[in-house]
């Protein structure tokens, strides 16, 4: 059975990314967008970096930013995936020759076939709440807007916690869950225990779709 990959996004401490490191987590994300609660600097995300053992992905989310900023903390927190989640076009993504995924905001007038289409050279498809604000809303969706046949490996987002990543493991099968504030007990925060539930409920997911 395949297993789904789990990205705990938004770390600004050591301790929070030891802990979520130690329960086995398969990337780990930082925001390098200025205005997000949870935002660090490109030196501090490579502070943090540099705690990530290998053969767990170091992910860097931006939002609409300038290219050589892009560059710059993509070098110096030698990331393995960059994530955008603002309005950037195909080719911007493909210009940094690095591995990367697009988040889309989700309401009822999304065309995801379309953003499936038109980032094609994406490595995944990150979908998300609609919100007015940029770097993800934190919120649910209404996930019966996913469309069969996508096109693009699916990555879950938007409001996910320990109480409701199980049923979404097992009704959407996505190939990844990207989390966030629901393991958090404050914004940038991260609640190791609340990990270690996401983390189980992941797996009773799993379990529930097998079976």
């Not at 498809?125 to 996930?143: C, I, P, T, Y």
């Amino acid at each position: 059975m395949r297993r789904t990959r789990i990205k705990v996004c938004g770390f600004t401490r050591e301790a929070d990314l030891d802990g979520a490191l130690a329960l086995g987590v398969d990337a780990v994300g930082f925001v390098l967008y200025p205005p997000s609660p949870r935002a660090v600097s490109i030196a501090r995300a490579a502070e943090l970096a540099r705690r990530v053992p290998p053969f767990v992905s170091r992910v860097g989310l931006f939002v609409n930013e300038a290219p050589e900023v892009v560059e710059q903390a993509a070098r110096e927190a030698d990331l393995d995936l960059l994530q955008f989640h603002g309005d950037e076009s195909p080719e911007y993504c493909e210009r940094f020759g690095r591995p990367w995924i697009k988040a889309v905001r989700v309401r009822p007038e999304t065309d995801l076939l379309e953003c499936a289409r038109l980032y094609r050279g994406a490595r995944g498809l990150l979908l998300d709440a609609w919100s007015e604000a940029w770097g993800g809303s934190g919120k649910r969706f209404d996930w019966t807007l996913i469309p069969a046949g996508l096109g693009l490996p699916l990555i879950l987002s938007g409001g996910l916690d320990p109480d409701n990543v199980a049923d979404a493991v097992a009704n959407i099968r996505p190939v990844a869950v990207d989390v966030s504030s629901g393991v958090e007990s404050g914004k940038g925060i991260k609640d190791v225990a609340r990990v270690a539930a996401f983390i189980s409920g992941v797996e009773h997911g799993e379990a529930r779709s097998a079976g």
